[in-house]
């Protein structure tokens, strides 16, 4: 089992950058892909980025490659989603999800963090 809790969101301009924590609690984290979704108003949640359990590997979605940089800390059961350059369209709330699989899919994660808000003004 895994609880998440995301921390770090707040209202920046376009162009800053912020920094959103997941901190996880239960040994399942170490071997958990981590993954980040964002949801805005009135639209669909998406996918934003992976990391799998070692970090050796990860995945973005095309909106945000070259600008966030998805990252853990298994030592501190913490990941993280380094966001720079942001642009009005990144405003959202952010969840952070852990499966034992690699994937994009929803569903395929079993637990979900209560999510973090960004909001980017232009």
């Known amino acids: 089992q895994v609880q998440l809790a995301e921390s770090g969101g707040g209202s920046v301009q376009a162009g800053d950058s912020l920094r959103l924590s997941c901190a996880a609690s239960?040994?399942?984290?170490?071997?958990?892909?981590m993954t980040w979704f964002r949801q805005a108003p009135g639209k669909e949640r998406e996918f934003v980025a992976a990391?799998?359990?070692?970090?050796?590997?990860?995945d973005y979605a095309d909106s945000v490659k070259g600008r966030f940089t998805i990252s853990r800390d298994n030592a501190k059961n913490t990941a993280y989603l380094q966001m720079n350059s942001l642009k009005p369209e990144d405003a959202a709330r952010y969840y952070c999800?852990?499966?034992?699989?690699?994937?994009?899919?929803?569903?395929?994660?079993?637990?979900w963090g209560q999510g973090t808000q960004v909001t980017v003004s232009s």
């Open positions: 990391i799998t359990w070692s970090g050796t590997r990860t």
């Open positions: 999800a852990a499966a034992p699989v690699w994937s994009r899919s929803q569903s395929e994660y079993d637990y």
């Open positions: 239960g040994p399942a984290f170490t071997w958990s892909t």
